[in-house]
């Protein structure tokens, strides 16, 4: 394994050989010009939708990827060096405006003087919102005609079949053979494709069901709502069809609808793998000081690992040394994890230092990943699952915290019940060694094999009186990265680079918010830990206190228990004080008896 520099375009490592959704495109000669007109890529479908298969998926031979073939048509040919009048320039424009309305037969002359009758013609552009179709109507193609005669069907509420189907002739009529027919041709000039005949009556009744409405007329149909709203659904989207159409379409056509219209708007999945090189280019220019790494096996894409330098400089400047980290799985077609790692800010939010997106979650993409970490913010103290091999080789001197909800859940497997969780809980929230051993020996009387469980496990890493008080944290969870995990819930089914724009989005919104909400608050303390203060002072009518005469006091608690308080060394008997840095309910009523303002004793971390 490798670590690559940035590629080239074309350098790039190779990606699974999946093909992303092409555009069609034509020649067509204006003013003995040519121009390229691009061609709707989804105009029809295959009629059979019903059923959950791979019809949607393929192309049918009424569709336009094989269908469209423009140069066949003979659109705008010139004659003598001139366009024809009253033909489809290939602008959307016509010699009689955009309008779609009917014209009457006026006379007109080509450049040999001979006049011929001027028919109403389609406008693709404007037309497909609300398509009229009347004998003598003329279309740029077979094509167009067709995509035309589906929007009108569906409007009207009336399916249709097939009888001739080809780019020279079309024909359609009522699949419920009431006597409804149209029937377009190429003309004569071959210069477009044009109704011939039409029995717009229909004898029977109007249907709730269309064949024509497909996976894909369903995607392109509502591709803004999907573009403006991620979490759009498959129900709601079959309720805002019903509401549109009154037609009902099944679920299944819905789900295929939504992943056709993601993969329209985020391009095709593994595509966007290819562009990764540039896009860690572009953080490398426009983020100064950011860390973008990529790392590939024989020129395959493997991992990434991002740490934008604002992420960089303010966990150092702000934050406690205490990281959490956590890997979750991206939901997307190629798979993979995202792994994290947050710290907390002095008011108690949660701060993404870095992440990176790798092949699966194990001791060597934790390696990786952690080295990175390393390099960029130099040591680390971590709450996780799995790591301790990584931590011993990386960081050996770090202090790592085990999450005890997840050490439960080992714990369980073989000790159930909630007396033994309780038991283990008390043990891991005991502040001091002899509540510690007095929860432990309650723990040995209801079962001993629980016991020698826990006792296996080295007690710094899940018992707070064994915590190491510099990170100024008591935390037992590891809920930081999990809570960073959910808020990025809705980013990790979208495709690599669609999904990292997101969180770099979402971030950069929530720094600002929180940077401008601290340069208008006032306060000494961040708000949040003001707020904890506040519960602390409550207790305080609890205690007693009993001056020594120097920084000390002993603080009785009504309820039980004494405590000795220095208010020069900032502990207190308890251990809650020198853990998290915020004086406990004893501190309190000792600072306030001292008569000395309670914010001052804070620790740092948690200032402004």
Same mark, same amino acid.
């Given at each position: 394994?490798?670590?690559?520099?940035?590629?080239?375009?074309?350098?790039?490592?190779?990606?699974? &050989?999946?093909?992303?959704?092409?555009?069609?495109?034509?020649?067509?000669?204006?003013?003995?010009?040519?121009?390229?007109?691009?061609?709707?890529?989804?105009?029809e479908d295959d009629e059979d939708d019903e059923?959950?298969?791979?019809?949607?998926?393929?192309?049918?031979?009424?569709?336009?990827?094989?269908?469209?073939?423009?140069?066949?048509?003979?659109?705008?040919?010139?004659?003598?060096?001139?366009?024809?009048?009253?033909?489809?320039?290939?602008?959307?424009?016509?010699?009689?405006?955009?309008?779609?309305?009917?014209?009457?037969?006026?006379?007109?002359?080509?450049?040999?003087?001979?006049?011929?009758?001027?028919?109403?013609?389609? &406008?693709?552009?404007?037309?497909?919102?609300?398509?009229?179709?009347?004998?003598?109507?003329?279309?740029?193609?077979?094509?167009?005609?067709?995509?035309?005669?589906?929007?009108?069907?569906?409007?009207?509420?009336?399916?249709?079949?097939?009888?001739?189907?080809?780019?020279?002739?079309? +024909?359609?009529?009522?699949?419920?053979?009431?006597?409804?027919?149209?029937?377009?041709?190429?003309?004569?000039?071959?210069?477009?494709?044009?109704?011939?005949?039409?029995?717009?009556?229909?004898?029977?009744?109007?249907?709730?069901? &269309?064949?024509?409405?497909?996976?894909?007329?369903?995607? &392109?149909?509502?591709?803004?709502?999907?573009?403006?709203?991620?979490?759009?659904?498959?129900?709601?989207?079959?309720?805002?069809?019903?509401?549109?159409?009154?037609?009902?379409?099944?679920?299944?056509?819905?789900?295929?609808?939504?992943?056709?219209?993601?993969?329209?708007?985020?391009?095709?999945?593994?595509?966007?793998?290819?562009?990764?090189?540039?896009?860690?280019?572009?953080?490398?220019?426009?983020?100064?000081?950011?860390?973008?790494?990529?790392?590939?096996?024989?020129?395959?894409?493997?991992?990434m690992y991002i740490c934008l330098d604002a992420?960089?400089?303010?966990?150092?400047?702000?934050?406690?040394?205490?990281?959490?980290?956590?890997?979750?799985?991206?939901?997307?077609?190629?798979?993979?994890?995202?792994?994290?790692?947050?710290?907390?800010?002095?008011?108690?939010?949660?701060?993404?230092?870095?992440?990176?997106?790798?092949?699966?979650?194990?001791?060597?993409?934790?390696?990786?990943?952690?080295?990175?970490?390393?390099?960029?913010?130099?040591?680390?103290?971590?709450?996780?699952?799995?790591?301790?091999?990584?931590?011993?080789?990386?960081?050996?001197?770090?202090?790592?915290?085990?999450?005890?909800?997840?050490?439960?859940?080992?714990?369980?497997?073989?000790?159930?019940?909630?007396?033994?969780?309780?038991?283990?809980?008390?043990?891991?929230?005991?502040?001091?060694?002899?509540?510690?051993?007095?929860?432990?020996?309650?723990?040995?009387?209801?079962?001993?094999?629980?016991?020698?469980?826990?006792?296996?496990?080295?007690?710094?890493?899940?018992?707070?009186?064994?915590?190491?008080?510099?990170?100024?944290?008591?935390?037992?969870?590891?809920?930081?990265?999990?809570?960073?995990?959910?808020?990025?819930?809705?980013?990790?089914?979208?495709?690599?680079? +669609?999904?990292?724009?997101?969180?770099?989005?979402?971030?950069?919104?929530?720094?600002?918010?929180?940077?401008?909400?601290?340069?208008?608050?006032?306060?000494?303390?961040?708000?949040?830990?003001?707020?904890?203060?506040?519960?602390?002072?409550?207790?305080?009518?609890?205690?007693?206190?009993?001056?020594?005469?120097?920084?000390?006091?002993?603080?009785?608690?009504?309820?039980?228990?004494?405590?000795?308080?220095?208010?020069?060394?900032?502990?207190?008997?308890?251990?809650?004080?020198?853990?998290?840095?915020?004086?406990?309910f004893h501190a309190a009523a000792a600072i306030?008896?001292?008569?000395?303002?309670?914010?001052?004793?804070?620790?740092?971390?948690?200032?402004?």
């Amino acid at each position: 394994m490798d670590e690559s520099p940035l590629s080239l375009p074309g350098n790039s490592p190779s990606m699974p &050989n999946v093909q992303a959704p092409q555009s069609q495109y034509d020649f067509i000669e204006v003013d003995g010009q040519y121009e390229i007109v691009n061609v709707p890529i989804d105009v029809e479908d295959d009629e059979d939708d019903e059923d959950y298969n791979l019809s949607d998926f393929s192309e049918s031979d009424d569709d336009i990827i094989e269908d469209f073939g423009m140069e066949d048509d003979g659109i705008n040919r010139a004659i003598g060096g001139k366009q024809l009048e009253g033909v489809w320039n290939g602008e959307g424009d016509s010699d009689h405006g955009d309008s779609d309305e009917l014209r009457s037969v006026e006379g007109s002359s080509d450049d040999e003087g001979n006049s011929r009758p001027r028919f109403p013609e389609f &406008n693709q552009r404007i037309g497909m919102e609300n398509v009229q179709l009347v004998k003598d109507k003329k279309f740029a193609s077979h094509v167009i005609f067709k995509e035309a005669l589906k929007e009108w069907c569906i409007k009207e509420k009336h399916d249709f079949e097939y009888k001739h189907n080809d780019k020279w002739r079309v +024909t359609a009529v009522c699949k419920k053979k009431c006597g409804w027919k149209i029937h377009a041709s190429q003309t004569q000039m071959g210069d477009a494709f044009q109704i011939k005949s039409f029995k717009n009556i229909h004898t029977c009744g109007k249907d709730h069901k &269309n064949s024509k409405i497909s996976s894909r007329w369903l995607a &392109n149909k509502y591709l803004p709502f999907f573009r403006d709203d991620h979490t759009w659904t498959a129900n709601a989207l079959k309720g805002a069809v019903f509401r549109d159409h009154e037609v009902d379409v099944t679920l299944d056509q819905c789900y295929k609808a939504k992943r056709m219209a993601f993969k329209m708007i985020h391009g095709a999945e593994e595509k966007q793998y290819e562009r990764l090189w540039d896009y860690a280019a572009a953080i490398r220019k426009w983020n100064v000081g950011s860390t973008v790494k990529i790392q590939t096996t024989n020129d395959v894409f493997e991992r990434m690992y991002i740490c934008l330098d604002a992420c960089k400089k303010g966990f150092l400047a702000g934050c406690r040394p205490l990281i959490g980290i956590d890997g979750c799985h991206l939901k997307g077609i190629t798979g993979g994890q995202l792994l994290v790692a947050v710290g907390k800010d002095g008011n108690d939010n949660i701060f993404l230092i870095a992440f990176a997106i790798v092949e699966i979650e194990n001791k060597s993409s934790w390696t990786w990943f952690l080295q990175c970490l390393l390099d960029d913010i130099g040591h680390v103290d971590e709450n996780g699952w799995g790591l301790v091999e990584t931590f011993k080789d990386l960081m050996p001197n770090a202090e790592h915290r085990f999450c005890i909800r997840h050490l439960h859940a080992n714990f369980k497997k073989d000790f159930p019940g909630k007396v033994l969780k309780d038991a283990m809980w008390s043990a891991a929230r005991a502040t001091t060694k002899n509540s510690f051993d007095f929860h432990m020996d309650e723990l040995k009387k209801l079962d001993v094999k629980a016991y020698e469980w826990l006792v296996k496990l080295d007690v710094r890493t899940w018992s707070r009186h064994a915590f190491n008080a510099r990170s100024k944290s008591d935390t037992l969870v590891n809920n930081i990265a999990e809570s960073f995990n959910a808020w990025i819930l809705e980013a990790r089914d979208k495709p690599v680079l +669609t999904m990292m724009e997101i969180i770099r989005v979402m971030l950069m919104q929530k720094l600002q918010t929180k940077r401008d909400h601290m340069r208008r608050y006032e306060g000494r303390v961040c708000p949040r830990i003001y707020k904890k203060l506040e519960r602390i002072k409550s207790e305080v009518g609890h205690c007693i206190s009993r001056w020594n005469g120097e920084s000390k006091y002993e603080v009785e608690y009504i309820y039980g228990g004494r405590y000795v308080v220095d208010l020069n060394e900032r502990t207190c008997g308890c251990g809650r004080w020198g853990l998290s840095g915020i004086p406990c309910f004893h501190a309190a009523a000792a600072i306030i008896e001292h008569g000395e303002q309670f914010e001052t004793y804070v620790d740092i971390a948690y200032t402004k």
